[in-house]
């Protein structure tokens, strides 16, 4: 009698079996993918400078008030990369702690421009426009002084613009002292007021932006056109 022996059939996945392998194949395959594109676009992070502190606008910048991060943002926010591209320039509006600096937040000089004063002004609490802020102009309105037997003259207005605002007050008096730059010519005027309150003016120009020269120049041209 002789033996027979049979060959043992080797492992084959059924045709479902094999459709989801290589479904796992490929999700895999995407995954992969996904990673590579995610460590890609950390590579493309850039410096910027970031401020770690608050900064209220007018102040001078100093090394310890900055430092350089990496960060990924787009191309249009002129974000500055170089901390001594930013030491000595001032402040043109209040700089958030964590916030990035910007050339549009800065300026080369003194907030406070020439021929004018800064002087600060106790308001009662709860007394400033909606939409107060810094570098915003408005109007000190003050009563005029009462003159016996004559008819009450309307109150002063002396224009001026916020450079400081307000900290957590602790005045049992309910005041709160705003900084407003005026004109050196109003800044006794304003300063000696009893009551003086504030007024949200229409947006204008900066003055601390505009140079000296060209307000030079357009005063000569103005002479030149006249008679």
């Known amino acids: 009698m002789t033996a027979s022996t049979s060959a043992t059939p080797g492992f084959r996945p059924g045709a479902r079996r094999r459709n989801r392998i290589a479904v796992g194949v490929a999700l ?13 676009t950390l590579d493309s992070a850039s ?22 991060v990496d ?6 926010v002129n974000v500055i990369d170089r901390i001594d591209a930013v030491v000595g320039s001032y402040a043109k509006v209040r700089l958030v702690s964590g916030s990035l600096v910007t050339g ?14 800064v002087v600060a002004l106790l308001v009662p609490e709860g007394s400033l426009p909606v939409g107060v802020r810094e570098r915003v102009p408005v109007d000190l309105v003050m009563p005029a002084a009462v003159v016996a037997g004559q008819p ?67 005063g000569g041209a103005g002479d030149e056109a006249g008679p």
């Open 152 to 218: 009450p003259a309307p109150p002063l207005v002396v224009p001026g613009r916020v450079v400081g605002l307000p900290t957590e007050s602790s005045s049992v008096l309910g005041e709160q002292s705003l900084s407003v730059e005026v004109t050196v010519a109003d800044s006794a005027l304003v300063a000696s007021a009893d009551d003086v309150r504030i007024v949200l003016s229409a947006p204008s120009a900066d003055p601390a932006a505009e140079s000296p020269a060209a307000t030079t120049d357009g």
């Open 28 to 40: 895999a395959a995407v995954a992969v993918g996904g990673n590579a594109v995610v460590y890609s």
């Open 104 to 117: 549009e937040a800065l300026q080369g000089g003194p907030l406070v421009t020439e021929g004018h004063a």
């Open 47 to 68: 410096p910027a400078v970031q401020v770690v502190r608050d900064v209220p606008a007018g102040t001078q910048l100093t090394s310890d008030m900055v430092r350089t």
């Open 71 to 76: 960060v990924d943002v787009d191309a249009s």
